[in-house]
């Protein structure tokens, strides 16, 4: 007897909902390796990783799985969530299936080593005790985008992987925007008068800090019954349900700017997460658009909101009450300005909103060239400090702060990077919408009232999971493609106000 | 081409680590749920929780295991080790090939329902709205007795689960001599000078009883770099690794007994857990021998050690200048003799060491007669009310303190309560031989000096995982079987330094 459509989309639902309980399982174990686990647990931890990793992509790759796909696109009588979720899964097999087991298994192999090479090369401070393993991953991931296949760039198949259907031809009239309209306006800065951020590094105890993080997250509409806040070295967000979501922040109590904003980051992600429809758990439908669109999520409230002079005529008498010593002689004017600090620097992570992009842009460029074939492993670190010095202006005095630190590389994530620029850029535009389509948007905030604006992003983004594209996304929201211009105008006037420039 | 012992060895260990690795991760997710997963996040876990049990099942069930068992076992070129692990794995396999699926399946709905049942039941504090519950799992029991099959009474084969090999013939002279000796030993204690233990209940910060915990958990040899310790509602230890073993603990500000000897307690738990040969990952032989033994491990610290003056001589000025204030007016004797005061009471997990085994032995009593047909659910309660009354002198003044406190039945685990008392009888046995083994144990302990006790468990104990049944452990280290008469005189020993009886 042929199955009914209901019953097919069952068994499908089923796979997938098994697979994510699997891979969910393995995010918990990642969440404790980074917070809590002992540190001789990591092998064994490495190994039982490694299995989950297996048995979902064992799920997710079956026969069983790709016969219910197929038979399911013939199905006309589905419901447009089931119609959506079937395309999208239908999509990821059939690019994970242009992967042969053997490549996966090099790859994962590959991505093992090279991490190894990396932690090695940054203690011994030397580019290259890396660049062999380097080598291997550039060489793999090249044949990667032979096999996913491409139009134009072979980028376009990597970068694909992380924001679905973004291209070469996509990023570089944004990075070109960086590259021409982002250096008059640091000049400008660069000749004003600078601003006094020294308070920050006076002492903030480590309780304190920590107390008026989960204030702001409160506020931000963050569900303390579905989610936490816990501390590890690398502050990260991480999601096993909607109903249960995972912040991670550090604390330098004598760096007061290290925790707050990334708390705020964090916890923007962590909204979205939350705001992800819990009935299609484990389903397209019930995973984040994208890593532009995640990030937007974040930038919006680290910086749109979070580095705002409105919002901190609500937050900062609450922040002086928590910290009467230290902020006494400091105005919430001076707070919001020392939060806007733009200071070229070496160190991706620590960088200012404007800066940040010249760093995305000449990781976008030289990985771009090493995918294509133009640049040599071993000729990457010259070309780093070489733009570093043409558009940042300082050469990084070593390996580890310059070529080595960050991990993606070792990961074998290209085409990661940009992700990290679109979300600002969408965060932006988005951002200018949000003031358009709730007029008193600026009051409320500097009321302390965000409940609207979650509302709005939950509506125009987190309820609707993977449905749209990034670019879909954006034309729905705003009316139009993705546009760098809405960021430059948002720098612009943000730094008018803090730098009179 | 036949496969040489080695390669079906190496596959056999291979799918073993592969069925641990999902076990241990289920671990994880298991305490994180009782440690820091917040409220709703609870039904995304129990899914995913639920799938990993499946996917162990699955591996654990698989043709391919069987056959490599079946051609392993006729071998005669294994190892002494892979001689063992296979052999064990072997009755494993064929004991769970006993049940059906179908049947599996069944049992792991009623587990679930009935668990339910009972937290209703314990939230209205009432009993009849667990009965009907608890007779479908009273009846499937039954059946799964039957279907393991046994030579005598049909809780040996449900028994068998928890503690290998154990039957009613052993336990049952075991509780008679609970039953017949320590009532009289109970009257002299009840006729005698009281123990004042009321300054238990001042009030001691929890911070400085967490810190003094880390101490004595130090001291006992627990290695913090392959573990650690939490909160959570109940005290448990889990294990994800020998390299990674989690304590947890709470804390009463306001009663101090509520701590210290249940983080003694796990500890004990967690140093057999750390002791297992990390070799034998996965393996039989990298598992502990049975719940007993485990108990046994828990006790000769919680009580042997932790309740004995000696421990104290040590540990008490550490303890006072922790606490001056508090314990300024309490002498060491004083301590030690307060944390062994005996009093009849109605909840197990509170109980003093010797009536704690009433509480086990009324247990034993009646699951036997329930898995036996001679006693009937609905008539549960009373005959719980009347032994209470005739053993302990007291009844339950509702359900939720008396046939209710207990998880264990609603889980299906019948057999596991006397598995408690072997472990207090098991660690009075083992502690009298360590104490002959090594002749200045006492004063050892008296200098803090624990590290050669904790050596000996592991020599004798915890090297060898499951190589021995806990009878053939008992009569390895001490020289014959288990013997009660060595809890009897501990426990006399004990009590006539405090209550001259």
Known sequence: ????????????????????????????????????????????????LSTLAGQAHEILTSDKLEQLLKELSTRGDLNDIGKNNVRLSREDFEKNKKLTPAFVEELTKQTSECFNAWIEARKKNDFSVFAPSLSKMVALKRKQAEMYGYKVHPYDALADDYEKGITVAVLDPVFAGIREQLPPILDKIKAAVQVDDTFFYRHFPKGQQWEFSLDVLKSMGFDFEAGRQDYSEHPFTTSFAPSDVRLTTRVDENNYASMLWSCIHEGGHGLYEQGLPEDQYGLPLGSAASLGIHESQSRIWENCIGRGLDFWKFFYPKLQARFPEQLTDVTAEAFFKASNKVEPSLIRTEADELTYHFHVMIRYEIEKQLIEGSLDVKDLPAKWNELYRQYLGITPPDDKSGVLQDVHWSHGSFGYFPTYTLGSFYAAQFYAQAQKDIPNLLKQVSNGELAELLQWLWEKVHRHGRRFTSEELCERITGQKLDPSFFIRYIQDKYMGIYGI
């Open 1 to 48: 007897m042929p199955e009914t459509t209901q019953q097919l989309y069952f068994s499908y639902c089923d796979i997938m909902q098994k697979a994510a309980d699997v891979n969910y399982a393995s995010a918990v174990l990642g969440w404790d390796q980074e917070t809590y686990m002992p540190p001789k647990g990591a092998d064994a931890r490495g190994r039982q």
